[in-house]
């Protein structure tokens, strides 16, 4: 079992559709781009000496060539590890390092930092930009078959950051990325050949993963030239290719219905918009089905179970005359159909309807474990279950409703942000004596990053220090974007830092 089978019988049943296309501009069909991701596998194995597990990792603004590396690197029997390409050189680094890659493929625009990252990764030989002669080059040679890997193989190593504040890779296998796959087709949609999905949000985490599903029914990958999210070049991209599927943030459903360019979207289109990684508000999800109809579903995953729990279908989104449509809409929705979930107790009993506790899962999608990380991995996996780490609680439906996010996490415009990670660096400074890390709602990004600090006797210290200090350590994005400073935090008898109090005063 390879997950590269699902281009190969695309290659075969809509050889002449297009695979992929740059903006408005086809770029290769199913059957060129099949071939051209054969040469490249050998030229992975052969001309790099790659061997099969191998990690080769991406650092790239979306484009059409994450799709051929990708590609290229599981036909031969490789694994990814694709990376955020917001994140710091020293969070490059780490994952580099962590994860052993041994290539590191790159658009221009971060060849200095990757360059940067890999002194601190000795496994990485090779930096490969895909816009040189270097990469061009792998499309000279002969196609070779497709390399057999077993279920179980690493395909994608998932990085997510944890609350210790190091990125753990969830290792994602051949079948779970299966699994994933026709899960999609038995609980969110069945796509028409040549129908398309633009690729808004990154490449390297949920935008990516739907491309399994895209790629298995003959859909085009659209990655908009500005290589970013743009509501009218969005607008105009659906409409060059119809039929489009588009996974968004629920921030970046906000901005689709509030820009005055979504009444230039034509009716055939926008397929279905599949949202998930924030809450979204009853109200704007309100506003969405009257400008778009009946073209919504959400998901509720994990990186541990990539976009694999939930889901909320867009027949629930419609029933506007069901008695309980505004609370349907509040939730996750059903257990996906091949996971099992439920929601327990400290010591994993189930909990009877309406009670809430920790949500657990189990399934073929749910990841083998975090890379070299068995102790994180002990904990979140137990006798086959995932323990998510979020709280929610089902209703007599069978519907899941989130009430907390896992660990205190963050999201803010779709990303994840753990205060754990930022509150390490802001420690760095011999002035903070203890900060806190927590999330502030924004009407735009759902929440934004607020730091309370106490600081060290009577030192002096000023928010510009703290700011350089996270953009030396951690990506832009999750820089706090205040600072509360005062006297002490509160705590508990055990000396526990209580967040939600903290809440309470911003």
């Not at 603004?61 to 799709?67: G, M, S």
């Not at 951690?474 to 974007?481: D, T």
Request: charged content about 25%; proline content about 7%; some cysteine.
């Amino acid at each position: 079992m390879n997950i590269a089978h699902l281009l190969l019988g695309s290659a075969q049943e809509f050889r002449d559709l297009p695979a992929l296309a740059r903006g408005t501009t086809p770029y290769l069909t199913y059957r060129d781009l099949w071939r051209k991701v054969s040469v490249m596998s050998t030229h992975l194995t052969g001309r790099f000496g790659l061997k099969r597990g191998d990690r080769v990792a991406f650092a790239m603004t979306n484009c059409v060539e994450a799709i051929e590396v990708m590609y290229a690197v599981w036909h031969a029997g490789l694994c990814a590890v694709p990376m955020n390409a917001k994140l710091h050189a020293r969070e490059f680094a780490f994952i580099l390092e962590n994860s052993g890659a041994r290539i590191c493929f790159v658009t221009p625009d971060l060849a200095e930092t990757i360059a940067e990252a890999a002194k601190e990764a000795p496994d990485l030989k090779e930096i490969v930009d895909v816009t040189t002669r270097s990469y061009t080059f792998m499309e000279v040679g002969d196609p070779s078959p497709v390399v057999s890997t077993e279920p179980t193989d690493p395909a994608w190593l998932f990085y997510t950051s944890g609350t210790t504040g190091r990125p753990k890779g969830a290792t994602l296998t051949h079948r779970n990325l299966l699994a994933m796959t026709l899960n999609y087709y038995a609980d969110a949609d069945r796509p028409p050949p040549g129908g398309s999905i633009v690729h808004a949000a990154p490449i390297s985490h949920g935008s990516g993963l739907w491309n399994f599903p895209m790629v298995g029914r003959g859909s085009v990958q659209v990655f908009p030239e500005s290589g970013k999210y743009e509501v009218p070049e969005t607008v105009e991209l659906m409409n060059r290719w119809p039929e489009c599927s588009i996974f968004l943030a629920p921030t970046m459903v906000k901005r689709l219905i509030e820009h005055g360019s979504v009444a230039d979207l034509q009716p055939q289109a926008l397929r279905l918009i599949t949202y998930g990684g924030a809450p979204m508000y009853v109200a704007d999800l309100k506003r969405a089905l009257d400008l778009l109809g009946n073209k919504l579903m959400q998901l509720y995953g994990q990186g541990e179970s990539p976009m694999t729990i939930t889901h909320l279908s867009r027949e629930y989104h419609w029933d506007r005359q069901h008695p309980r449509w505004e609370q349907r809409l509040a939730s996750a929705g059903r257990a996906d159909s091949c996971m099992e979930v439920r929601v327990v107790d400290e010591e994993g009993r189930q909990l009877p309807v309406g009670e809430v506790g920790e949500i657990i899962c189990k399934g073929d999608p749910v990841m083998a474990g975090y890379w070299n990380n068995p102790e994180a991995t002990a904990r979140s996996l137990r006798d086959g279950w995932l323990w998510t780490g979020d709280v929610g609680a089902f209703d007599e439906e069978g519907l899941l409703t989130l009430k907390d996010r896992s660990k205190d996490m963050i999201i803010s415009g779709g990303s994840n942000i753990y205060p754990r990670e930022i509150e390490d660096v802001l420690n760095l400074h011999p002035a903070v004596a203890e900060c806190s890390v927590v999330g502030r709602p924004h009407p735009e990004w759902g929440e934004e990053v607020v730091a309370f600090v106490v600081k060290r006797g009577t030192a002096s210290l000023a928010p510009g220090e703290l700011d350089q200090l996270c953009l030396d350590n951690i990506a832009r994005f999750k820089r706090p974007k205040d600072y509360k400073f005062v006297e002490a935090l509160p705590k508990n008898n055990y000396g526990k830092i209580l967040k939600t109090e903290l809440r309470k005063l911003l």
